[in-house]
């Protein structure tokens, strides 16, 4: 059950489910599907695309078949997100500020021609996908204020994922096709941010890329060199994660122990 609250284009979910029948036809516009239960919802869509939903509960969203929002997948409670092992698509914006998202075996897919934001609570993805089609900073993915975990794979087909000062990366096995780019960029002496890799041959750990890597921590060469403020570290202290592959390599002010570039 729910309501508009007046305003016609967000849908209040208090409680029980959301479900479309499968064959309706959905025409989503600029919705927002807002779920303020304090009991566990289900969500169906059977292939339809949503605009936007929020998660505004104190209880727990369960998705019962892949979701596809045209626009953002927003975290706004306490409560908890489970994908329950289903694919996600998002175009717009992901925005885990606050609350929980417990992962299965799904992949998140971060798609569309405009840039957006990628704020994460902490709680690890399965496998993320960047594929971003816009030119410029339109293709963008920025990622702020909170730490990047994936504990599969981190895949960027198209598109650039820009890591801000203090945000940490810990992945397991990370690829970069030609023409896509991973950037951390901006810091300062006080930028602690740490990116760990996992060990392992291509497929099972390490980074493979084909496009462009660039750590210019504080300014890089244009002031000098700087403190080493950006750490790349090995999941495994003591064994070498591998940095493959023939893209680009461009690093300033990085401390790098248990690599190897192969």
Same mark, same amino acid.
Request: glycine share 12%; net charge negative.
């Given at each position: 059950s729910g309501s508009s609250d007046g305003d016609p284009t967000t849908f209040d979910v208090q409680a029980g489910k959301v479900q479309i029948d499968s064959g309706a036809s959905v025409t989503a516009g600029s919705s927002v599907i807002n779920i303020s239960a304090a009991s566990s919802?289900?969500?169906?869509?059977?292939?339809?695309?949503?605009?936007?939903?929020?998660?505004?509960?104190t209880g727990t969203v369960v998705l019962q078949d892949a979701l596809t929002l045209t626009g953002n997948l927003t975290n706004s409670s306490t409560g908890t997100f489970n994908p329950n092992g289903k694919?996600?698509?998002?175009?717009?914006?992901?925005?885990f500020s606050t609350g929980t998202y417990s992962h299965g075996s799904e992949t998140v897919t971060l798609t569309g021609s405009s840039a957006s934001t990628l704020i994460s609570t902490g709680s @690890?993805? %399965?496998?993320?996908?960047?594929?971003?089609? =816009?030119?410029?900073?339109?293709?963008? &993915?920025?990622?702020?204020?909170?730490?990047?975990?994936?504990?599969?794979?981190?895949t960027i087909t198209d598109g650039e994922l820009?890591?801000?000062?203090?945000?940490?990366?810990t992945v397991d096995e990370m690829?970069?096709?030609?023409?896509?780019?991973?950037?951390?960029?901006?810091?300062?002496? @006080?930028? %602690?941010?740490?990116?760990t890799?996992?060990? =392992?041959?291509?497929?099972?750990?390490? &980074?493979t890329n084909s496009g462009t890597i660039t750590f210019n921590a504080k300014g890089g060469a244009a002031y000098g060199g700087d403190k080493d403020v950006v750490k790349i570290r090995s999941a495994a202290a003591g064994t070498q994660a591998e940095f493959r592959g023939t893209g680009t390599y461009t690093w300033y002010d990085v401390d790098v122990k248990d690599m190897i570039r192969k």
């Amino acid at each position: 059950s729910g309501s508009s609250d007046g305003d016609p284009t967000t849908f209040d979910v208090q409680a029980g489910k959301v479900q479309i029948d499968s064959g309706a036809s959905v025409t989503a516009g600029s919705s927002v599907i807002n779920i303020s239960a304090a009991s566990s919802v289900n969500v169906t869509t059977n292939g339809a695309s949503l605009y936007s939903l929020t998660n505004a509960s104190t209880g727990t969203v369960v998705l019962q078949d892949a979701l596809t929002l045209t626009g953002n997948l927003t975290n706004s409670s306490t409560g908890t997100f489970n994908p329950n092992g289903k694919d996600i698509t998002v175009t717009g914006n992901w925005d885990f500020s606050t609350g929980t998202y417990s992962h299965g075996s799904e992949t998140v897919t971060l798609t569309g021609s405009s840039a957006s934001t990628l704020i994460s609570t902490g709680s @690890s993805f %399965n496998s993320l996908t960047i594929n971003k089609s =816009g030119s410029g900073t339109a293709d963008d &993915v920025n990622l702020q204020t909170k730490n990047l975990v994936v504990n599969r794979k981190l895949t960027i087909t198209d598109g650039e994922l820009k890591q801000a000062a203090d945000v940490e990366i810990t992945v397991d096995e990370m690829s970069i096709a030609s023409g896509a780019q991973w950037t951390h960029e901006g810091g300062s002496d @006080s930028d %602690n941010a740490t990116i760990t890799i996992g060990t =392992g041959a291509e497929g099972s750990g390490g &980074v493979t890329n084909s496009g462009t890597i660039t750590f210019n921590a504080k300014g890089g060469a244009a002031y000098g060199g700087d403190k080493d403020v950006v750490k790349i570290r090995s999941a495994a202290a003591g064994t070498q994660a591998e940095f493959r592959g023939t893209g680009t390599y461009t690093w300033y002010d990085v401390d790098v122990k248990d690599m190897i570039r192969k």
